[in-house]
T-cell receptor, first 114, second 111 residues
Framework: EAGVTQSPTHLIKTRGQQATLRCSPI?????VYWYQQALGLGLQFLLW???????NRGNFPPRFSGRQFPNYSSELNVNALELEDSALYLC?????????????FGDGTRLSIL | DQQVKQNSPSLSVQEGRISILNCDYT??????FLWYKKYPAEGPTFLIS?????DKNEDGRFTVFLNKSAKHLSLHIVPSQPGDSAVYFC??????????FGTGTSLTVIP
């Protein structure tokens, strides 16, 4: 069974640009979660998608947005990039909502803002 | 406000001995807890979980203990092996969906 896949592995942008990060969940998983891990910090919850709908978002500005496609893959878009957006962005998927299921993570996209 | 805390940034243990990683939380609504292991340049790998109806869950060398009254959980690794050297994150959720993560503890197992 293929795990969660994320692309690209690395992404280099400059301030003010826009970044798009992609995630494919494990087959059969309908929920996708996005997290940001900035240097020296833990994982901060960004967004949760399930069945194509945004279910919840963390304490991040609106320039962080995303969507989930009918095949359950997901995109994270970050507009008007700022230096502090430099971080590892991790995507996770789980089997179903409203039940205690562990989230399974991809290897992340390292976003660097110059 | 950090609702899940791992107060030890690092821990060193001799191979074969027990590793104990600790995690504290503040939100009494948390009822599902996970431990993850993370190697450099890889995503976190799920290790073991526990729900609030239990106080202990065991999987091979890994045991997680939950003390709800103290809002504390711990991960025991026995015996520790050099391949266990990684960063360990605890995570907690009130709903089983949105998880709050600690900042991680870097475990080094010395051969």
């Amino acid at each position: 069974e293929a795990g969660v896949t994320q692309s690209p592995t690395h992404l280099i942008k400059t301030r003010g640009q826009q970044a798009t990060l992609r995630c494919s969940p494990i087959s059969g998983h309908t929920s996708v979660y996005w997290y940001q891990q900035a240097l020296g910090l833990g994982l901060q919850f960004l967004l949760w998608y399930d069945e194509g709908e945004e279910r919840n978002r963390g304490n991040f500005p609106p320039r962080f947005s995303g969507r989930q496609f009918p095949n359950y893959s997901s995109e994270l878009n970050v507009n008007a990039l700022e230096l502090e957006d430099s971080a590892l962005y991790l995507c996770a998927s789980s089997r179903e909502t409203n039940s205690n299921q562990p989230q399974h993570f991809g290897d992340g996209t390292r976003l660097s803002i110059l | 406000d950090q609702q899940v805390k791992q107060n030890s940034p690092s821990l060193s243990v001799q191979e074969g001995r027990i590793s104990i990683l600790n995690c504290d939380y503040t939100n009494s609504m948390f009822d599902y807890f996970l431990w993850y292991k993370k190697y450099p340049a890889e995503g976190p790998t799920f290790l073991i979980s526990i729900s609030s109806i239990k106080d202990k869950n065991e999987d091979g060398r890994f045991t997680v203990f939950l003390n709800k009254s103290a809002k504390h959980l711990s991960l025991h690794i026995v015996p520790s092996q050099p391949g266990d050297s990684a960063v360990y994150f605890c995570a907690a959720s009130p709903t089983g969906n949105q998880f709050y993560f600690g900042t991680g503890t870097s475990l080094t197992v010395i051969p």
